[in-house]
């Protein structure tokens, strides 16, 4: 069934978020089936984007290609995420569920766990638009790091994503629904499309859209 006649609902803003290895990304993609399946216009995003001009300066610099500094970086990763914000506002608007493999709150957690002030690191991201529902799959960087093993990526390090670990837990609130990602995968499937429909039925209804950390 198309919905294309339901052009004045709006679509839902639904992020992913999670450690490196904790299974986000075919999580996006089977949610991604289950929506299309139910008759919805949706599409999947990740950040970082690499193929921007400045997504390409992100993914040198995450395989070792290029040094920059720490605060340059992060606000590459941040304009990375302003590049794309109007077409996402207007896919939302004309009803498709974005579903974002990895988001600002991504942003904040790596760069401070290089030890660059959480305030300072929020602040590039405030006034983009705020996710609808985030679900954090929960794993210990230990498990993690056991799944197949890290590949050569700049962050993917035990010690530093259990900084990262550290960062995601002060940064989550008590909106975001956080998952086991050690369970079985239909598990997890099983939930995330369930706190997702739920999220995209409330979109459908006229929830507003908002922005991130905006005052
Ligand atoms: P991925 O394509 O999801 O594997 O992400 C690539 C790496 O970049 C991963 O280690 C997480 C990290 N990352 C993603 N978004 C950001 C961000 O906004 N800032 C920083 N510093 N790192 C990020």
Redesign the pocket.
């Known amino acids: 069934m198309e919905r294309s006649s339901h052009i004045d609902l709006r679509g839902a803003l639904i992020v992913l978020e999670g450690l490196?290895r904790c299974g986000k990304t075919s999580q996006c993609g089977r949610l991604h089936s289950y929506i299309k399946e139910s008759g919805r216009s949706v599409e999947s995003w990740?950040?970082?984007d690499r193929n921007t001009g400045v997504g390409q300066m992100i993914s040198s610099y995450?395989t070792n290609q290029t040094h920059l500094d720490d605060h340059t970086?992060?606000l590459l990763?941040?304009a990375n995420r302003w590049e794309k914000r109007s077409l996402m506002e207007s896919k939302l608007r004309s009803g498709t569920t974005l579903i974002v493999?990895?988001y600002a709150f991504?942003?904040v957690a790596?760069?401070s766990a290089k030890g660059l002030d959480v305030e300072w690191c929020k602040a590039p991201e405030a006034g983009l638009l705020a996710p609808d529902l985030v679900i954090y799959l929960d794993i210990s960087p230990e498990k993690a790091a056991e799944r197949g093993g890290y590949g050569v990526?700049r962050?993917?390090q035990l010690e530093f994503q259990k900084k990262v670990a550290d960062s995601y837990k002060m940064l989550s609130d008590s909106t975001w629904k956080i998952v086991d990602a050690t369970l079985p995968v239909e598990d997890i499937e099983k939930k995330v499309r369930d706190m997702a429909m739920e999220c995209v039925v409330m979109c459908e209804k006229g929830k507003p859209l908002s922005k991130l950390w905006h005052n």
Request: aromatic content about 22%; charged content about 35%; hydrophobic content about 20%.
């Open positions: 490196d990740r950040y970082p995450l970086i992060h990763f941040s493999d990895r991504s942003g790596f760069s990526e962050y993917e």
